[in-house]
């Protein structure tokens, strides 16, 4: 699959509102045959869900480059084309194009008849050091990687996925467990993943992450787990944490040390927990995973824990990187269950820090992706 940024640079209105039809009508419908014009009630027609909201604005934020500040979100600015055109040129104006250190691409591969993995892709312009690939927490999507890789090194390579169920990833499956997961992003890494590379995971992605680092060693320069604790006693903790993130207002609050204040991720959250895959993730494996899988890691592992974390403790978080040779625990202020998205800065210092000395230099050969 051959990747190309998009430039926006000096982009009219006609063209900034085809770029937007094009979206919905490619992503969104799947091509259906529906005639969309500027005042289309997108969501009073359900054409714009939550989930879908989370794609487009990650379009808008990786293809179009324009930066959003989910603090000034409101549904209304999202209820037609029009209306996203005209909050996007009053909140950018000029629209201006993203840098080319971070922009990010969308792309997908298919891994099976019934499964399709999305990706954003930021290339490396001289193919140079190891490309990350990142797996986001259940629920967020791989745009909640954008903080950390617009502060991270210009040339880092970044690819980060939709899990399946989540995002623009396509799968006919709905209720997915663990084991689906990790069968998932192996059977990517055997496809299009030609030499070793540094793996993130957040949260649940971390448990992904660190269960596929088990299975491929060979696959696996470094591991990053972000978010991720071994808990004394899994399944009360599995069951208190269900319990506490009953509502979509609990879910945000347990995310997050400040949670966003949009109503539109107020409403993504809930929509999170009416999905099937966020219900069935946390299954008899995943939970055999965290009492006894961190032990069997053979990888070098960084765990980067929020220190007002309230979905897994630091001691849990300390517990998990106890059970891993050689594994080192940081630990970041002001921050709660996702600190690539609260406090990316702080994130990309730790990486520094911990990658520098494990893999190749900037200049080395870059591992190779294989994405057609």
Same mark, same amino acid.
């Given at each position: 699959?051959?990747?190309?940024?998009?430039?926006?640079?000096?982009e009219s209105r006609s063209d900034l509102v085809g770029r937007l039809s094009r979206y919905i009508e490619?992503?969104?419908?799947?091509?259906?045959?529906?005639?969309?014009?500027?005042?289309?009630?997108?969501?009073?027609?359900?054409?714009?869900?939550?989930?879908?909201?989370?794609g487009l604005l990650a379009f808008i934020e990786d293809e179009l480059g324009m930066e959003l500040d989910?603090?000034?979100?409101?549904?209304?600015?999202?209820?037609?084309?029009?209306?996203?055109?005209?909050?996007?040129?009053?909140?950018?104006?000029?629209?201006?194009?993203?840098?080319p250190e971070t922009a990010m691409a969308s792309q997908w591969v298919r891994l099976a008849e019934d499964t399709e993995l999305h990706l954003l892709r930021r290339s490396a312009h001289d193919g140079a050091g190891v490309p990350w690939l990142c797996l986001p927490?259940?629920?967020?999507?791989?745009?909640?990687?954008?903080?950390?890789?617009?502060?991270?090194?210009?040339?880092?390579?970044?690819?980060?996925?939709?899990?399946?169920g989540f995002g623009l990833s396509r799968s006919t499956r709905s209720e997915l467990s663990f084991r689906d997961h990790v069968e998932m992003i192996s059977t990517f890494l055997t496809l299009h993943v030609e030499e070793r590379i540094c793996l993130l995971g957040g949260s649940a992605g971390g448990l992904i992450a660190a269960e596929v680092a088990r299975r491929h060693p060979e696959k696996v320069h470094a591991l990053v787990l972000l978010g991720v604790g071994r808990p004394a006693n899994a399944i009360a903790w599995r069951?208190? /944490?269900?319990? !506490?993130?009953? @509502?979509?207002? +609990?879910?945000?609050?347990?995310?997050?040390y400040r949670p966003p204040p949009s109503a539109l991720f107020?409403?993504?959250?809930?929509?999170?927990?009416?999905?099937?895959?966020?219900?069935?993730?946390?299954?008899?494996?995943?939970?055999a995973f965290l009492d006894g899988g961190f032990a069997r890691l053979e990888v070098p592992t960084l765990?980067?824990?929020?220190?007002?974390?309230?979905?897994?403790?630091?001691?849990?978080?300390?517990?998990?990187?106890?059970?891993?040779?050689g594994a080192s625990l940081e630990l970041v202020a002001d921050c709660g269950h996702l600190p690539h998205v609260e406090q990316a800065a702080a994130v990309a210092?730790?990486?520094?820090?911990? /990658?520098?000395? !494990?893999?190749? @230099?900037?200049? +080395?050969p870059s591992a190779g992706w294989k994405l057609r």
């Open positions: 699959m051959d990747v190309k940024r998009t430039a926006t640079a000096g490619n992503e969104v419908l799947d091509g259906e045959d529906v005639a969309l014009d500027l005042d289309t009630p997108l969501l009073k027609l359900g054409i714009i869900d939550s989930i879908e909201l989370v989910t603090a000034q979100l409101k549904p209304e600015d999202f209820e037609s084309i029009g209306a996203v055109a005209r909050f996007l040129e009053m909140r950018n104006p000029g629209s201006k194009t993203a840098a927490a259940l629920g967020t999507t791989a745009a909640s990687w954008s903080p950390l890789v617009r502060v991270v090194h210009p040339e880092q390579e970044v690819v980060a996925v939709d899990l399946a069951d208190s /944490l269900l319990a !506490r993130t009953s @509502s979509h207002e +609990a879910l945000l609050s347990a995310l997050f107020v409403e993504g959250a809930a929509r999170v927990l009416r999905s099937p895959a966020y219900k069935q993730f946390l299954d008899e494996e995943a939970l765990f980067i824990h929020g220190r007002e974390d309230s979905m897994t403790s630091t001691e849990d978080a300390a517990a998990a990187a106890a059970q891993v040779a210092s730790l990486l520094e820090r911990f /990658l520098a000395p !494990r893999l190749p @230099s900037q200049g +080395a």
